[in-house]
């Protein structure tokens, strides 16, 4: 299938899902989780394994796999203190262990790496909306969550609710993570959301440019996938990832240093 | 009747099982220094934390009506290549209290920062510079209260100083109301009008000359008495 020229609205809602994805992804490294959010994607695993099995859509699953996780997560920081890292490495790979169980094995890869050719029309248009849902609500609350993000304690004196926040920030986070599950897959959707905005930091020269900048390299990383994937007939969503990693070794170069 | 503007009532604070605050009562009057002195893990920080609510608590913390209160934490756990530079950080809390960007030209003249580091990360920043940016955003907004923790490393005795020098001369001009947790006691006997001493629990409450005796010292710091001995015969 040619998805360059047919499928105009597919391409518009990735470039969407990358801009949410980007702009996430720097709220993200702030909160110094790139390892917890590269495999937080991973909980949608026995979701979308448990629909698949059931013949529901496999979306719905993964979308209510990714909410408890989110919910999870909160609680556990709340209640135990121990750095989210820890708590996200043992829970999700734990996840994908079950998750990889459960969904059929001609299921698997798609699910894992995604599949394009799978997104309807529909889909493409509720992703589209959603993803610009995302980003309004992430520039909206953009001050709130860098303060909470940078520390609880100030977000707390300054008169915030550090733990309402937190859980919009995950929530947003795994909603992010969601959209993107249809054309990237389980494990490289995290790596949309961290590795452009790590390539970002690099260039930025302020948190404004960095919020842009990120967003940026991620629909670029996209775009460029897309092509060279469509070029030279290889998988869609391993190509977008070497893209913004090459992006963001290109990107270290323009590190300053202090 | 005195003006308290802080009154704490059997504060305890638990970690599980352990204990890391037990049983704190004391009050701090309005306009005052009061400095909080302990050894490492005396649960300086978290008697701040549970001050502002930010960890469980038993007991009665009551703050007086219409009390703001600027925190300046000890350090903050930033990612090393964050983004957010001095303007951006400021900014940040000026935007979210709807105050006007002047705000951030007026605490950058509080704290003696030169307006040509707002540019620079806030990761880049020198250690001194770090802390008086924490402390000006403390004061964004015009607290009535600040709540001082301060660093144990990173900056020069001068500087630290010069910090406190400042901080007492906001004090005097907007009545704030200082609680700090210091570890250098030469600048406690100099600045503060209370002095609380904290080892889990409170081992002495009072003005600093009558209340840091050689033999309070010696239990709240066990072996390191001597130095701080050596503290007291220069103040």
């Known amino acids: ?258 | 009747m005195e003006d308290v503007i802080l009154s704490v009532k059997n504060l305890s604070v638990f970690f599980g099982e352990e204990a890391i605050l037990k049983n704190l009562s004391f009050e701090v009057k309005r306009g005052e220094t009061a400095a909080i002195i302990g050894p490492n893990g005396a649960g300086k920080t978290v008697l701040f934390k549970s001050l502002i609510g930010s960890v469980p608590r038993h007991g009665e913390v009551s703050w007086a009506p219409g009390t703001k209160i600027g925190y300046v934490p000890q350090k903050l756990d930033l990612d090393r290549h964050l983004s957010l530079t001095l303007g951006d950080f400021l900014l940040l809390k000026v935007k979210l209290m709807k105050l006007d960007k002047s705000e951030v030209r007026r605490v950058l003249e509080q704290v003696h920062l030169l307006s040509a580091k707002l540019k620079i990360r806030l990761t880049y920043l020198s250690g001194g510079d770090f802390q008086r940016s924490l402390i000006a955003f403390a004061l964004i907004g015009k607290p009535n209260v600040l709540l001082f923790d301060e660093p144990t490393s990173g900056i020069d005795l001068p500087g630290e100083e010069q910090i406190y020098q400042t901080v007492h001369k906001l004090q005097d001009q907007y009545r704030l109301t200082v609680i700090i947790i210091s570890h250098d006691l030469n600048l406690v006997y100099r600045y503060a009008d209370t002095v609380l001493c904290l080892n889990r629990k409170l081992f002495c409450v009072g003005n600093p000359e009558e209340t840091l005796k050689p033999d309070v010292l010696d239990r709240l710091y066990g072996s390191a008495m001597m130095h701080h001995l050596h503290v007291h015969e220069r103040a």
Do not use: C
């Not at chain 1, 695993?45 to 719905?60: E, Q």
């Open chain 1, 1 to 258: 299938m040619n998805v360059l020229d047919s499928n105009l609205i597919s391409i518009l809602a990735m470039a969407s899902v990358a801009a949410a994805s980007g702009l996430i992804g720097a709220f993200a490294l702030m909160r110094k989780m790139t390892l917890a959010a590269d495999a937080m994607s991973h909980v949608a695993l026995p979701g979308l394994g448990v629909a698949i099995l059931l013949k529901l859509n496999p979306i719905i699953g993964g979308a209510v796999a990714l909410a408890i996780g989110a919910v999870l997560v909160w609680l556990l920081e709340r209640k135990t203190m121990i750095a989210t890292e820890t708590i996200i490495g043992v829970l999700f790979s734990a996840s994908l262990a079950v998750g990889t169980l459960l969904t059929p094995e001609n299921e698997l890869i798609d699910t894992l790496f995604g599949d394009l050719a799978k997104l309807t029309f529909t889909q493409a248009i509720i992703g589209i909306v959603a993803a610009v849902v995302i980003i309004g609500l992430v520039l909206f609350l953009k001050s709130r969550l860098t303060i909470a993000l940078i520390s609880p304690d100030l977000a707390k004196t300054s008169g915030l609710d550090y733990n309402r926040l937190n859980l919009w920030f995950l929530l947003l986070f795994v909603g992010t993570v969601l959209l993107g599950l249809n054309f990237l897959g389980i494990l490289l959707m995290g790596s949309l959301i961290i590795v452009p905005a790590a390539a970002s930091k690099n260039f930025a020269r302020s948190f404004n440019s960095d919020l842009i900048i990120a967003a940026s390299v991620s629909i670029f990383s996209v775009l460029a996938g897309l092509a060279i994937s469509e070029r030279f007939s290889i998988a869609l969503g391993p190509t977008i990832i070497s893209v913004a990693a090459a992006v963001f070794f290109i990107s270290i170069l323009f590190r300053r240093s202090g």
